[in-house]
Every structure is written in C-alpha cells, then in structure tokens.
C-alpha cells in the first residue's frame, strides 16, 4: 500500500509545487484524495493509470482541493471509460459540476455516482480490499479527513508448493484462510508448508486542512502513516490558527499524540521556497518525517 503526491503545495502554485492531490494504491485499485488544479497532467506526468481510478474523495470546497475535478472527469469521457466513477464530496459540488456538464452540453459515457459526504465520521465506501472512512476536521469550512484502511486477504498461497503436495486448486481458497488440507493417503499437509504469511491490515490517515485539533484523535489513532497539513512553520502559528491551517510543530504533535509510525507533511504556504525548515521543525518533536516530494510513492 502506498501514496502517491501528485500536488503538494496550498493554494497557489508555486516553486513547480501544485494544490493538492494524492492517490492511495491498495492492491492494484486507485484512490484518489482531493483534485487539484493540474492533477490529470500529474497523474500522467507519473504515471498512475485513470482505468484503476473508481473512488474518488473532496476534503473541502476550497478551490485548491476540487479545481482538477471537471477537466479529470471530461478527459475520462473524452477517452471512452466505462467503469463507473465514485465522487465522494461536499454536497454543493454535484451542483456545479451538473452546471458544467450541462453548459457544455456533455454527456458522461459511464456511470457517474456522485455522494454527498454526511456531517459527521462515517464509512464511506467497503470492500474486500479496503475502507474509505470520513471524519470532520475544524478548517474555516466543512472539511473532512479520510481514513484509508487496507484489509489482510488472508494467507499468500506459494502454488509450487501447493502443487508438489497435490492439492487441488478448489482447496485453494480454503489455504488462504490458514486451512490444513488432508490428502485421500492420510498425510496432513500443514498450512505453514504451502502458504506464507498475508500483507497485513494498514492505516492511512488524509487530515486535509485543519486547525490544529484532537478532536479526531480517536479515529486516527495508531495510523501507520500519517498526513497532515503544515501550511505554515512554526513562527506563524497565530496566522495558521487565524486560516484555520497548522504549523510543521503542530502536524508533529499530532503524530505522536496518535502514536503515527510515519508523518507525511504538505500543503505548504507558497511564501516558503526552502522546504528544510519543515522537516527540522517536524523532527524535533516526532522521529520518522517525510516532506512530501510530488511524484514520490511513499510505503504507507
Ligand atoms: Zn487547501
Ligand atoms: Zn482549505
């Protein structure tokens, strides 16, 4: 499981930084967190396929999190997609895009599913891969973090070895979720002989942008990474709490309040050429940071 940063800065381009996107990778599926403007270039700029796209999610309705939607969704069409899409977003955003649509008399030529996040934390999307969870954050406007969460698919089957004991593939299954498999000659096959251990269950916490805040501790809690916004270096706190945004120290702080394995920062003011200051901040109060590089895969 990893993410990839496709737009790494707040809301101004600037120093080659784009607003903010980013697209988590569980088991070969694509999801999307936030769309900034330029996200289709940067998706093809890195290559992330659109055809593995299907859920896509807006934190907010500030334009540095939504602008790249409409040119992503047309260039989809353009192109023929058929597998549906899944559009996760504050309510008021299916109106404008309906607008757009309907201005430039266009037609989707797949199934479009616009949902409308509810107030509150609630699971959004389920399967047997993963979980989309929202939860609010406290930003000038409604704003939501997700929660990301990769399933085990139980046990990985080593087929040579299934083979060389002659189990037949339709016990296959039965393998994968740590049966022993009892041969007609009476020899018991151990599972551990024909199996290796699954990936195991991941945590990916997106906070979006927030004030700093402990009010959803609880849901992020024991993330293996964590990603949180840092508008601002520590120096200017009293603007980030004045914008609703926070500071490397206060992303930090959070970090370790959830016992984080790893901090992801991003969302940085383009007044800040020099990311270092970021990091430094950051390491003096939590151990394992990363300063978000676009383009760069990180192991959740
Ligand atoms: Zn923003
Ligand atoms: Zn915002």
């Not at 907010?60 to 977003?89: E, K």
């Not at 085990?152 to 037949?168: F, H, M, Q, S, V």
């Not at 022993?180 to 916490?205: C, F, H, I, Q």
């Not at 942008?209 to 849901?219: G, K, P, R």
Request: glycine share 6%; aromatic share 10%.
């Amino acid at each position: 499981m990893k993410v990839t940063i496709l737009g790494n800065n707040s809301a101004l381009p600037a120093f080659g930084r784009h607003p903010t996107s980013q697209v988590v990778s569980v088991y070969g599926a694509l999801i999307m967190l936030d769309c900034g403007e330029g996200t289709q270039v940067q998706m093809q700029r890195y290559g992330l396929r659109w055809r593995n796209l299907e859920h896509i999610f807006i934190s907010h309705l500030h334009g540095d999190h939504y602008f790249g939607l409409p040119g992503l969704i047309n260039s989809m069409s353009l192109l023929g997609r058929t597998a549906p899409l899944n559009v996760y977003a504050p309510a008021r955003l299916n109106d404008m895009l309906n607008m757009i649509f309907e201005v430039a008399d266009t037609e989707l030529c797949f199934p479009y599913n616009f949902h409308p996040l509810p107030e509150g934390t609630a699971k959004l999307v389920e399967n047997d891969m993963f979980s989309v969870t929202c939860f609010p954050v406290n930003h000038r406007i409604q704003c939501h973090g997700f929660l990301v969460e990769r399933k085990t698919r139980g046990r990985k089957l080593l087929p040579a070895n299934a083979k060389e004991y002659e189990i037949p593939a339709e016990f296959y299954e039965n393998l994968k979720m740590g049966e022993d498999y009892l041969r007609p000659d009476g020899m018991l096959v151990k599972n551990e002989w024909v199996t290796d251990e699954g990936p195991s269950p991941k945590k990916y916490a997106y906070c979006a942008d927030t004030v700093f805040t402990d009010s959803f501790l609880d849901v992020i809690q024991g993330a293996d990474t964590l990603y949180h916004e840092c508008t601002y270096l520590h120096q200017e706190v009293d603007k980030a709490e004045k914008r609703f945004h926070s500071t490397a120290a206060q992303a930090a702080q959070l970090a370790k309040m959830a016992n984080a394995k790893q901090l992801l920062l991003g969302h940085f003011s383009s007044k800040y050429r020099d990311l270092e200051p970021f990091r430094e901040e950051a390491l003096a109060i939590f151990p394992n940071v990363q300063v978000t590089i676009e383009g760069t895969a990180y192991e959740i």
